[in-house]
Protein backbone atom coordinates (compact mmCIF):
# COMPACT_ATOMS: atom_id res chain seq x y z
CA UNK A 1 0.00 0.00 0.00
CA UNK A 2 1.33 3.39 -0.44
CA UNK A 3 2.59 5.72 2.34
CA UNK A 4 1.35 8.50 4.19
CA UNK A 5 2.75 11.01 1.10
CA UNK A 6 -0.80 11.48 0.13
CA UNK A 7 0.05 10.54 -3.64
CA UNK A 8 -2.48 11.53 -5.58
CA UNK A 9 -3.34 7.91 -7.03
CA UNK A 10 -0.19 8.30 -8.94
CA UNK A 11 1.32 5.15 -7.19
CA UNK A 12 -1.52 4.53 -4.48
CA UNK A 13 -2.66 1.49 -6.70
CA UNK A 14 0.67 -0.18 -6.45
CA UNK A 15 -1.19 -1.89 -2.55
CA UNK A 16 -2.63 -4.45 -5.23
CA UNK A 17 0.61 -5.06 -7.25
CA UNK A 18 1.98 -8.02 -5.42
CA UNK A 19 5.88 -5.80 -5.22
CA UNK A 20 7.47 -9.25 -4.22
CA UNK A 21 4.92 -11.69 -6.16
CA UNK A 22 3.39 -12.99 -3.32
CA UNK A 23 4.77 -12.31 0.47
CA UNK A 24 4.85 -16.07 1.57
CA UNK A 25 7.25 -17.06 3.83
CA UNK A 26 8.39 -20.73 4.81
CA UNK A 27 9.93 -22.13 8.24
CA UNK A 28 12.36 -24.94 7.29
CA UNK A 29 13.59 -27.40 9.85
CA UNK A 30 16.84 -26.77 11.63
CA UNK A 31 17.73 -30.50 12.79
CA UNK A 32 15.92 -31.68 9.55
CA UNK A 33 16.02 -29.43 6.59
CA UNK A 34 13.98 -30.41 3.44
CA UNK A 35 17.33 -30.56 1.72
CA UNK A 36 18.34 -33.67 3.43
CA UNK A 37 15.07 -35.75 2.30
CA UNK A 38 15.74 -38.77 0.26
CA UNK A 39 16.77 -37.87 -3.47
CA UNK A 40 16.01 -33.93 -3.11
CA UNK A 41 19.51 -32.05 -3.18
CA UNK A 42 19.66 -34.38 -6.87
CA UNK A 43 17.18 -32.92 -8.42
CA UNK A 44 17.52 -30.32 -10.75
CA UNK A 45 14.77 -28.92 -13.12
CA UNK A 46 15.00 -27.91 -16.87
CA UNK A 47 14.13 -25.18 -17.09
CA UNK A 48 15.60 -22.09 -19.02
CA UNK A 49 14.48 -18.93 -18.37
CA UNK A 50 12.31 -17.06 -15.01
CA UNK A 51 8.58 -17.61 -17.27
CA UNK A 52 6.87 -14.68 -18.17
CA UNK A 53 3.72 -16.17 -15.51
CA UNK A 54 6.58 -15.39 -12.98
CA UNK A 55 6.99 -11.77 -12.96
CA UNK A 56 4.60 -9.89 -10.81
CA UNK A 57 2.77 -7.67 -12.38
CA UNK A 58 4.65 -4.85 -10.55
CA UNK A 59 7.86 -5.69 -11.81
CA UNK A 60 6.38 -6.71 -15.60
CA UNK A 61 4.38 -2.89 -16.42
CA UNK A 62 7.94 -1.37 -15.20
CA UNK A 63 9.52 -3.23 -18.70
CA UNK A 64 6.51 -1.47 -20.34
CA UNK A 65 7.38 1.95 -18.60
CA UNK A 66 10.94 1.49 -20.19
CA UNK A 67 9.56 1.13 -23.35
CA UNK A 68 7.03 3.50 -23.53
CA UNK A 69 10.08 5.65 -22.12
CA UNK A 70 11.78 5.21 -25.63
CA UNK A 71 9.11 6.26 -28.00
CA UNK A 72 8.95 9.66 -28.75
CA UNK A 73 5.74 10.58 -26.64
CA UNK A 74 7.18 14.05 -25.74
CA UNK A 75 6.60 14.80 -28.96
CA UNK A 76 3.19 13.32 -29.46
CA UNK A 77 1.33 14.17 -25.71
CA UNK A 78 1.39 18.04 -25.39
CA UNK A 79 -0.66 19.83 -22.59
CA UNK A 80 -1.52 23.52 -22.45
CA UNK A 81 -0.12 25.32 -19.20
CA UNK A 82 -2.96 26.01 -16.64
CA UNK A 83 -4.59 29.07 -15.71
CA UNK A 84 -2.47 31.10 -13.79
CA UNK A 85 -2.78 31.27 -9.49
CA UNK A 86 -4.26 34.94 -9.80
CA UNK A 87 -6.02 34.50 -12.95
CA UNK A 88 -9.86 34.84 -12.92
CA UNK A 89 -10.15 31.53 -14.03
CA UNK A 90 -8.80 30.00 -11.51
CA UNK A 91 -10.20 32.58 -8.21
CA UNK A 92 -13.30 31.35 -10.10
CA UNK A 93 -12.40 27.53 -10.46
CA UNK A 94 -12.05 27.82 -6.34
CA UNK A 95 -14.81 29.85 -5.94
CA UNK A 96 -16.70 26.32 -7.69
CA UNK A 97 -14.52 24.40 -5.03
CA UNK A 98 -15.88 26.17 -2.40
CA UNK A 99 -19.56 25.40 -3.01
CA UNK A 100 -18.64 21.56 -3.68
CA UNK A 101 -17.02 21.52 0.03
CA UNK A 102 -20.12 22.82 1.75
CA UNK A 103 -22.19 21.25 0.21
CA UNK A 104 -21.09 17.52 -1.39
CA UNK A 105 -17.93 16.85 0.97
CA UNK A 106 -19.39 15.41 4.15
CA UNK A 107 -21.32 13.12 2.21
CA UNK A 108 -18.66 12.52 -0.38
CA UNK A 109 -16.06 11.81 2.47
CA UNK A 110 -16.13 7.74 2.68
CA UNK A 111 -15.54 7.87 -1.23
CA UNK A 112 -12.88 10.65 -0.92
CA UNK A 113 -11.31 8.50 1.70
CA UNK A 114 -11.46 5.05 0.16
CA UNK A 115 -9.94 6.23 -3.04
CA UNK A 116 -7.03 7.99 -1.72
CA UNK A 117 -4.51 5.61 -1.85
CA UNK A 118 -5.87 2.87 -4.27
CA UNK A 119 -8.95 2.76 -6.56
CA UNK A 120 -8.19 0.06 -9.21
CA UNK A 121 -10.39 -2.19 -7.16
CA UNK A 122 -13.79 0.09 -7.81
CA UNK A 123 -13.01 -1.13 -11.83
CA UNK A 124 -13.25 -4.84 -10.93
CA UNK A 125 -16.04 -4.50 -8.50
CA UNK A 126 -17.88 -2.69 -11.47
CA UNK A 127 -16.83 -5.71 -14.04
CA UNK A 128 -16.79 -8.40 -11.09
CA UNK A 129 -13.48 -9.71 -11.32
CA UNK A 130 -10.73 -9.30 -9.10
CA UNK A 131 -6.20 -9.69 -9.86
CA UNK A 132 -6.50 -13.59 -8.74
CA UNK A 133 -9.57 -14.28 -11.49
CA UNK A 134 -8.28 -11.85 -14.33
CA UNK A 135 -4.42 -11.88 -13.48
CA UNK A 136 -3.86 -10.41 -16.84
CA UNK A 137 -5.90 -7.49 -16.85
CA UNK A 138 -4.51 -6.69 -13.19
CA UNK A 139 -1.09 -6.78 -14.83
CA UNK A 140 -2.51 -4.47 -17.58
CA UNK A 141 -3.82 -2.41 -15.35
CA UNK A 142 -0.57 -1.81 -13.30
CA UNK A 143 1.00 -0.93 -16.05
CA UNK A 144 -1.36 2.04 -17.39
CA UNK A 145 -1.35 3.00 -13.47
CA UNK A 146 2.91 3.14 -13.70
CA UNK A 147 3.04 4.87 -16.88
CA UNK A 148 0.06 7.51 -15.97
CA UNK A 149 2.26 8.09 -13.16
CA UNK A 150 5.60 8.88 -15.31
CA UNK A 151 3.82 11.02 -17.62
CA UNK A 152 1.83 12.85 -15.00
CA UNK A 153 4.72 14.05 -12.95
CA UNK A 154 6.95 15.10 -15.90
CA UNK A 155 4.11 17.79 -16.87
CA UNK A 156 2.88 18.35 -13.26
CA UNK A 157 6.73 19.11 -12.56
CA UNK A 158 6.67 21.10 -16.51
CA UNK A 159 3.46 23.54 -14.94
CA UNK A 160 4.02 23.14 -11.26
CA UNK A 161 0.75 24.45 -10.46
CA UNK A 162 0.00 24.91 -6.89
CA UNK A 163 -2.68 23.28 -4.98
CA UNK A 164 -5.96 24.58 -4.73
CA UNK A 165 -5.66 24.82 -1.00
CA UNK A 166 -2.49 26.34 -1.28
CA UNK A 167 -4.17 29.37 -2.80
CA UNK A 168 -7.37 29.02 -0.55
CA UNK A 169 -6.47 27.32 2.97
CA UNK A 170 -10.10 27.69 3.63
CA UNK A 171 -11.12 24.76 1.63
CA UNK A 172 -9.24 22.85 4.32
CA UNK A 173 -9.05 18.99 2.75
CA UNK A 174 -9.81 16.05 4.86
CA UNK A 175 -6.89 14.11 3.18
CA UNK A 176 -3.14 15.09 2.96
CA UNK A 177 -2.14 16.95 0.57
CA UNK A 178 -0.09 15.41 -1.81
CA UNK A 179 3.14 16.12 -2.16
CA UNK A 180 3.25 17.48 -6.09
CA UNK A 181 2.23 19.63 -8.11
CA UNK A 182 -1.28 19.74 -9.02
CA UNK A 183 -1.99 19.69 -12.73
CA UNK A 184 -2.49 17.44 -14.03
CA UNK A 185 -4.92 14.73 -11.73
CA UNK A 186 -2.98 12.06 -11.02
CA UNK A 187 -6.55 10.18 -9.93
CA UNK A 188 -8.21 11.22 -13.35
CA UNK A 189 -4.83 10.29 -15.60
CA UNK A 190 -5.14 7.02 -14.05
CA UNK A 191 -8.97 6.50 -13.74
CA UNK A 192 -9.78 7.25 -17.20
CA UNK A 193 -6.79 5.17 -18.31
CA UNK A 194 -8.57 1.99 -16.07
CA UNK A 195 -11.43 2.79 -18.23
CA UNK A 196 -10.11 2.83 -21.50
CA UNK A 197 -8.21 -0.42 -21.05
CA UNK A 198 -11.22 -2.25 -19.68
CA UNK A 199 -13.85 -0.87 -22.64
CA UNK A 200 -11.56 -1.98 -25.32
CA UNK A 201 -10.92 -5.60 -23.25
CA UNK A 202 -14.73 -6.58 -23.48
CA UNK A 203 -16.84 -8.47 -25.99
CA UNK A 204 -18.02 -5.91 -28.52
CA UNK A 205 -21.91 -6.65 -27.30
CA UNK A 206 -21.11 -5.17 -23.76
CA UNK A 207 -18.91 -2.10 -24.93
CA UNK A 208 -21.35 -0.21 -24.98
CA UNK A 209 -23.01 -0.76 -21.74
CA UNK A 210 -19.36 -0.84 -20.25
CA UNK A 211 -18.32 2.93 -21.95
CA UNK A 212 -21.62 4.38 -19.58
CA UNK A 213 -20.23 2.80 -16.14
CA UNK A 214 -16.60 2.92 -17.06
CA UNK A 215 -16.20 6.53 -17.81
CA UNK A 216 -18.80 6.98 -15.38
CA UNK A 217 -16.64 5.92 -12.62
CA UNK A 218 -13.39 7.40 -13.74
CA UNK A 219 -15.49 10.91 -14.15
CA UNK A 220 -16.44 10.62 -10.33
CA UNK A 221 -12.96 9.16 -8.94
CA UNK A 222 -11.38 12.46 -10.69
CA UNK A 223 -14.43 14.68 -8.97
CA UNK A 224 -14.08 13.49 -5.53
CA UNK A 225 -10.75 14.60 -5.64
CA UNK A 226 -11.84 18.22 -6.35
CA UNK A 227 -14.48 17.80 -3.54
CA UNK A 228 -11.62 17.12 -1.27
CA UNK A 229 -10.65 20.40 -2.37
CA UNK A 230 -6.94 19.14 -3.93
CA UNK A 231 -7.40 19.58 -7.58
CA UNK A 232 -9.24 22.09 -9.72
CA UNK A 233 -11.96 20.84 -12.36
CA UNK A 234 -9.24 21.31 -14.92
CA UNK A 235 -6.79 19.27 -13.50
CA UNK A 236 -9.30 16.43 -14.10
CA UNK A 237 -10.04 17.57 -17.19
CA UNK A 238 -6.59 17.55 -18.16
CA UNK A 239 -6.08 13.94 -16.83
CA UNK A 240 -8.88 12.54 -19.02
CA UNK A 241 -7.23 13.83 -21.98
CA UNK A 242 -3.76 13.13 -21.04
CA UNK A 243 -4.97 8.98 -20.43
CA UNK A 244 -6.08 9.16 -24.10
CA UNK A 245 -3.02 10.32 -25.60
CA UNK A 246 -0.91 8.08 -23.27
CA UNK A 247 -2.76 5.22 -25.07
CA UNK A 248 -2.72 6.34 -28.66
CA UNK A 249 1.16 6.05 -27.43
CA UNK A 250 0.73 2.44 -25.94
CA UNK A 251 -0.98 1.25 -28.56
CA UNK A 252 1.42 2.28 -31.84
CA UNK A 253 3.00 -0.73 -32.89
CA UNK A 254 4.96 1.72 -35.06
CA UNK A 255 6.61 3.12 -32.06
CA UNK A 256 6.61 0.64 -29.29
CA UNK A 257 10.09 -1.35 -29.25
CA UNK A 258 9.57 -5.33 -29.99
CA UNK A 259 10.83 -7.92 -31.78
CA UNK A 260 10.37 -8.21 -35.52
CA UNK A 261 7.36 -10.84 -36.41
CA UNK A 262 6.50 -10.52 -32.71
CA UNK A 263 3.75 -7.56 -31.11
CA UNK A 264 4.74 -5.06 -28.45
CA UNK A 265 5.06 -5.83 -24.78
CA UNK A 266 1.66 -3.95 -24.10
CA UNK A 267 -0.11 -5.34 -26.51
CA UNK A 268 0.85 -8.62 -26.16
CA UNK A 269 -0.66 -8.18 -21.88
CA UNK A 270 -3.63 -6.35 -23.95
CA UNK A 271 -4.21 -9.41 -25.93
CA UNK A 272 -4.20 -12.16 -22.72
CA UNK A 273 -6.36 -9.47 -20.79
CA UNK A 274 -9.08 -10.00 -23.53
CA UNK A 275 -8.97 -13.20 -24.01
CA UNK A 276 -10.08 -13.15 -19.83
CA UNK A 277 -12.90 -11.43 -20.58
CA UNK A 278 -14.13 -13.37 -23.50
Known sequence: MAGNDGNDGNDGNDGNSGLAGGGWAFNDRVDLPFLTEPGVKEQFLGRTSFGDRNWSAYYAAWLIVIDFSQTNWKSRITMLPPSAPQSDETKEEIRRLQTMMLDERPDALGEIFAQADEFMSYF???????????????????????????????????????????????????????????????HSTQAHLFAECLKSMLPGEQQESACVVLNALADRIARNREIAGVHYRSD????????????????????????????????????????EWA
Request: glycine letters at 6%; hydrophobic letters at 40%; a positive charge.
Open 124 to 186: FQLLGGNQVTHPATFRVLTTVNMVGTFVAMYFKALHNRPRPSHLCPALLPPIQVPGHASYPSG
Open 236 to 275: STAGARLAHDILQVLSDESVMPHDPGKPSRFKAAMDRAKS
